[in-house]
């Protein structure tokens, strides 16, 4: 079992910067792959960016590509999502995930194994 926590979301305005955190426990097989999917009201779900265990191989949505960054913390087992120049369509309820592998990050009928609470980003 992996219990995943979030924190960093809030309200920002456009341009602006916020990170996210997500700190996992459990399972080292079900978080062979960390990151984080968003969801705006009305819309389909959508994977932002992931990580492998080990930093190796990393994944970001075109949407987000050159302005957000995934890291990680291997002493913490903390992910990190760094946004910047943050846009209005930016604006969702940011979930942190786990697998064991990142194929639900780019296959749509995949899906991660565990899931964070949600943190809600704003951004006007």
């Known amino acids: 079992h992996v219990q995943l926590v979030e924190s960093g979301g809030g309200s920002v305005q456009a341009g602006g910067s916020l990170r996210l955190s997500c700190a996992a426990s459990?399972?080292?097989?079900?978080?062979?792959?960390m990151g984080w999917f968003r969801q705006a009201p009305g819309k389909e779900r959508e994977g932002v960016a992931a990580i492998t265990r080990g930093g190796g191989s990393t994944y970001y949505a075109d949407s987000v590509q050159g302005r957000f960054t995934i890291s990680q913390d291997n002493a913490k087992i903390t992910v990190y999502l760094q946004m910047n120049s943050l846009k209005p369509e930016d604006t969702a309820m940011y979930y942190c995930a786990t697998a064991a592998t990142c194929l639900p990050w780019v296959v749509a009928d995949r899906r991660p194994s565990h899931w964070g609470q949600g943190t809600q980003v704003t951004v006007s």
């Open positions: 459990g399972s080292t097989y079900s978080r062979n792959c």
